[in-house]
């Protein structure tokens, strides 16, 4: 079973950046599509950032345009740029590895990382 482990969150003022990182144990990395996903208070999780096994993207249409996801193979990690951050994006994030469809996920879990946006 894949597991994950999510770094990088913090604190960031309105108009802020912050770079998300996830590293994967167990699994052929390579093979598997990622994603992260995001839960804020009262929320179900939600996926925010898609990238396939051959690097082809797509992204929630609250985050097109500020958020990029990439993958490093070789290092088994997959990272999230995220830009122009505003207070809906305050939530804690996770990566899993979407199953066909997107309706699942292969992995375990993480703690995730917070991610908070406040003036």
């Known amino acids: 079973q894949v597991q994950f482990e999510e770094s990088g969150g913090g604190s960031v003022q309105p108009g802020g950046s912050l770079r998300l990182s996830c590293a994967a144990s167990?699994?052929?990395?390579?093979?598997?599509?990622m994603g992260w996903y995001r839960q804020a208070p009262g929320n179900q999780r939600e996926l925010v950032a898609y990238?396939?096994?051959?690097?082809?993207?797509d992204y929630a249409d609250s985050v097109k345009g500020r958020f990029t996801i990439s993958r490093d193979n070789a290092k088994k990690t997959v990272s999230l740029q995220m830009n122009s951050l505003n207070s809906e994006d305050t939530a804690v994030y996770y990566c899993?590895?979407?199953?066909?469809?997107?309706?699942?996920?292969?992995?375990?879990w993480g703690q995730g990382t917070q991610v908070t946006v406040s003036s």
């Open positions: 167990g699994g052929i990395f390579s093979m598997f599509a």
């Open positions: 990238i396939s096994s051959g690097g082809d993207t």
């Open positions: 899993n590895a979407p199953t066909p469809g997107r309706v699942g996920v292969f992995g375990y």
